[in-house]
C-alpha cells in the first residue's frame, strides 16, 4: 500500500484506521502452502482471533483455509462468512460441556485439552470424532504471556497423561480422529517445532482412528527490515520430509495441519493514526496521537515494537520522538523513535498491525473502536464502520437512582 493510498483512507474514512493489504495476505498464505507442498493433505487453518473480520474471513476461505477458532461466536462468523462447518477446528480453553455441546451441533471438528470433558464428552458421544490437544511440555515463545506449552502452561492434556487418555478412549470407545499442540507464538527456532513435533508423532502412534496431525502455530513474522523470522520454507522442507515418513512406517494416510494467525495477517496490516499535539518537554517530544492502547494494545502488553512512519512528511529530517496516546494512564506506543520530522495533524502509519490489534481493542475510557478498510484488487471497501455513541449505550440500562 502506497503512502498516497494511505493517507486517501484517511481522508475518506477518518482516524484513526485500520487498513489491511489483502494482497499480502494472498503472499503470505501462498509461502505457506509452498513450503508444504510435498505432503499430499495439507490444510491451514486461519486463527481467527488475530483478526476476525467477516470480510477477511471471506478472503482466507477464497484461498483454501479452514478456520482456527476459540469461541462459538468465532464459529458463527466463520459459518456466517460462508465457511463448511468441517473445515472449522474448535480449540476452546477450559470452556464448559455446554459450550463443546453446541460446537458438536453445529458440526465443526471439536478440540479438548482436558481429562475431565473428554471422559464427559466420550461417555456421551462416543461416536463424535475429537481431537486431543496435547501438552508436549516445550518452553517456546517469544513471551511469557504467549509460551503455552511448558509445563506449568494451563493449556492442553499432559504428554505424560497419555496412559490416562488411553483409558478413557477404552473405555468409552470414543474416535480420536486427531492430535493437536500448540506450543506458543513467535518461536524463532525451527528445531523447537521439529523437537515438539517428535514428541506429537509419538502421541499419534497410539491412535488408529487418527485423521490429522494438527502442529499448531506460532510462526515469528518480522517486525522491522532485517528481523528476524521462522524460516518457513526451511520448516517446510523439514517437516514435510518427516511428516511422509512417518506417515509410510505407520501406514496412515495423514493430513498435515497448521492454524496461523500472525503469519498470514501481521504484516498486512497498518494502523493510521493523527497526532493531536506535539508537546515538548524538558526531557523528550512528544508526538500525541488520536487513540490509544484501547485500539492497539500489543505494544503496552507484550511490549511490541512496531515501525512508525510519519505517511504525511515521509522525506522530513529524522528526530527522535515518543508517540503516545489519550488514554488516561501511560500509554506509548513507541519510545525515543526516529520518525522523519513530525507535525500537528500529520498521519502515523503503525506497521505489523494486521494481527491482535484490532481484535485486541476495546471501549476503555468511552472511546469508539476504529473503522477497518481493506485494500484488495486496487480499492478501499470500508470492512467495518467506526462505532458511533449509540454503540457505546444501547446495551447500557439506566435505572432509576
Ligand atoms: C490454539 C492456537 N492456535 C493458533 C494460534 C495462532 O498463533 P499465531 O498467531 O502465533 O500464528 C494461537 C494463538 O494464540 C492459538 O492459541
Do not use: W
Not at 477477511?56 to 460462508?82: F, H, P
Not at 470452556?95 to 485439552?113: F, P, R, T
Request: hydrophobic fraction near 40%; include cysteine; charge should be neutral.
Amino acid at each position: 500500500m502506497k503512502e498516497k493510498d494511505l493517507l486517501q483512507a484517511v481522508a475518506s474514512y477518518g482516524s484513526p484506521l485500520y487498513v489491511y493489504d489483502a494482497s499480502k495476505i494472498e503472499s503470505q498464505y501462498k509461502r505457506l502452502t509452498a513450503a508444504f507442498k510435498k505432503v499430499k493433505q495439507v490444510k491451514f487453518y486461519y486463527a481467527v482471533k488475530a483478526l476476525s473480520n467477516i470480510s477477511v474471513l471471506k478472503l482466507m476461505k477464497k484461498l483454501g483455509a479452514g478456520l482456527d477458532t476459540v469461541s462459538i461466536q468465532e464459529v458463527r462468523l466463520g459459518l456466517a462468512a460462508g465457511f463448511d462447518p468441517l473445515s472449522i477446528i474448535y480449540t476452546p480453553n477450559g470452556v464448559s460441556m455446554e459450550e463443546l455441546e453446541v460446537a458438536k451441533k453445529l458440526g465443526i471438528q471439536i478440540n479438548i485439552d482436558n481429562l475431565s470433558i473428554l471422559e464427559l464428552f466420550g461417555s456421551r458421544y462416543p461416536n463424535h470424532p475429537v481431537c486431543i490437544r496435547i501438552n508436549p511440555h516445550v518452553m517456546a515463545g517469544g513471551n511469557t504471556n504467549i509460551s503455552v506449552g511448558h509445563i506449568d502452561s494451563k493449556f492442553g492434556i499432559s504428554i505424560h497423561q497419555m496412559p490416562h487418555i488411553e483409558r478413557i478412549v477404552a473405555n468409552t470407545k470414543m474416535n480420536i480422529n486427531g492430535i493437536h499442540m500448540h506450543t506458543g507464538s513467535d518461536i524463532l527456532d525451527i528445531d523447537v517445532f521439529l523437537y515438539a513435533s517428535e514428541i506429537l508423532f509419538e502421541a499419534a502412534t497410539h491412535f488408529d482412528t487418527l485423521e490429522f496431525i494438527d502442529f499448531g502455530s506460532g510462526f515469528k513474522v518480522p517486525y522491522k527490515e532485517g528481523d528476524v523470522e521462522t524460516n518457513i520454507e526451511e520448516l517446510g522442507e523439514k517437516l514435510s520430509e518427516r511428516f511422509i515418513t512417518f506417515c509410510k512406517e505407520h501406514n496412515k494416510n495423514l493430513t498435515l495441519a497448521f492454524e496461523p494467525g500472525k503469519f498470514l495477517v501481521s504484516e498486512a496490516g497498518q494502523f493510521l493514526a493523527k497526532v493531536n499535539v506535539i508537546k515538548q518537554t524538558t526531557s523528550t517530544v512528544f508526538a500525541h496521537v488520536d487513540s490509544g492502547f484501547n485500539h492497539l494494545i500489543r505494544p503496552m502488553l507484550y511490549g511490541s515494537q512496531h515501525v512508525i512512519k510519519n505517511i504525511s512528511n515521509p522525506e522530513g529530517r529524522e528526530r527522535f520522538y515518543s508517540v503516545v496516546g489519550y488514554i488516561c494512564e501511560t500509554d506509548t506506543f513507541a519510545t525515543n523513535r526516529r520518525i522523519s520530522e513530525i507535525r500537528e495533524h500529520d498521519i502515523l502509519a503503525m506497521h505489523n498491525a494486521g494481527a491482535y490489534c484490532y481484535s485486541m481493542s476495546s471501549n476503555y475510557n468511552s472511546r469508539y473502536r476504529p473503522a477497518e478498510v481493506l485494500f484488495h484488487k486496487g480499492n478501499y471497501s470500508l470492512i467495518r464502520k467506526r462505532e458511533t455513541f449509540e454503540d457505546l449505550i444501547q446495551n447500557q440500562i439506566e435505572i432509576d437512582i
